[in-house]
T-cell receptor, first 117, second 115 residues
Framework: NAGVTQTPKFRVLKTGQSMTLLCAQD?????MYWYRQDPGMGLRLIHY???????AKGEVPDGYNVSRLKKQNFLLGLESAAPSQTSVYFC????????????????FGAGTRLSVL | GENVEQHPSTLSVQEGDSAVIKCTYS??????FPWYKQELGKRPQLIID?????GEKKDQRIAVTLNKTAKHFSLHITETQPEDSAVYFC??????????????FGKGTKLTVNP
């Protein structure tokens, strides 16, 4: 049981290049999330998905696109990378915790460190 | 939308002392408040959480308190140890119909425990 796996772990892009970050979870979780983490800014939600085939915008969605074609995978795309997208990207997943009251326990991947030059 | 403020941004304590981190939230409908710990270079991991129908929860050396009226919650770490050094994030969430739940995080507190 690997949990949440992110690939790649590191990447350096030139301005204008495109790339896709892959998140895979093997816990059969319904919900998946993409965050970016910048110094002093905490974890900011980019996009999220509440189920296969669905996506929604988070707090900082501009410049990113996502897709959730399979329940276990959540892809984050940068069509034309900009230096402002230099960050550490975390994927997370959670399930609908019904028993005993509402909870949203999120399990994070190890992160992708992206530099855009 | 929800806004979570976290203080202080940095906290330095001596080993064995207590540490307290405070958060406030804006949406009175929020009903779930987790705390995550992120060690240097690692992923965030849940350490404790509390629901709005509970005022306090304790797990060994860590505890969380919630004041719904004032809309604030706090993390308390007693008898701090060097391995408690990390960045701590609070978050708030509310259950919604249709399952669009998400967490709104505070900006984090960097805790340093000095031996």
């Amino acid at each position: 049981n690997a949990g949440v796996t992110q690939t790649p772990k590191f990447r350096v892009l030139k301005t204008g290049q495109s790339m896709t970050l892959l998140c895979a979870q093997d816990m059969n979780h319904e919900y998946m999330y993409w965050y970016r983490q910048d110094p002093g800014m905490g974890l900011r939600l980019i996009h999220y998905s509440v189920g296969e085939g669905t996506t929604a915008k988070g707090e900082v969605p501009d410049g990113y696109n996502v897709s959730r074609l399979k329940k276990q995978n959540f892809l984050l795309g940068l069509e034309s990378a900009a230096p402002s997208q230099t960050s550490v990207y975390f994927c997370a997943s959670s399930y609908n915790h019904l028993g005993g009251g509402y909870k949203n326990i999120q399990y994070f991947g190890a992160g992708t460190r992206l530099s855009v030059l | 939308g929800e806004n979570v403020e976290q203080h202080p941004s940095t906290l330095s304590v001596q080993e064995g002392d207590s540490a307290v981190i405070k958060c406030t939230y804006s949406d009175s409908a929020s009903n779930y408040f987790p705390w995550y710990k992120q060690e240097l270079g690692k992923r965030p991991q849940l350490i404790i959480d509390i629901r709005s129908n509970v005022g306090e929860k304790k797990d060994q050396r860590i505890a969380v308190t919630l004041n719904k009226t004032a809309k604030h919650f706090s993390l308390h770490i007693t008898e701090t140890q060097p391995e408690d050094s990390a960045v701590y994030f609070c978050a708030a969430s509310k259950q919604t119909q249709g399952g669009s739940e998400k967490l709104v995080f505070g900006k984090g507190t960097k805790l340093t425990v000095n031996p």
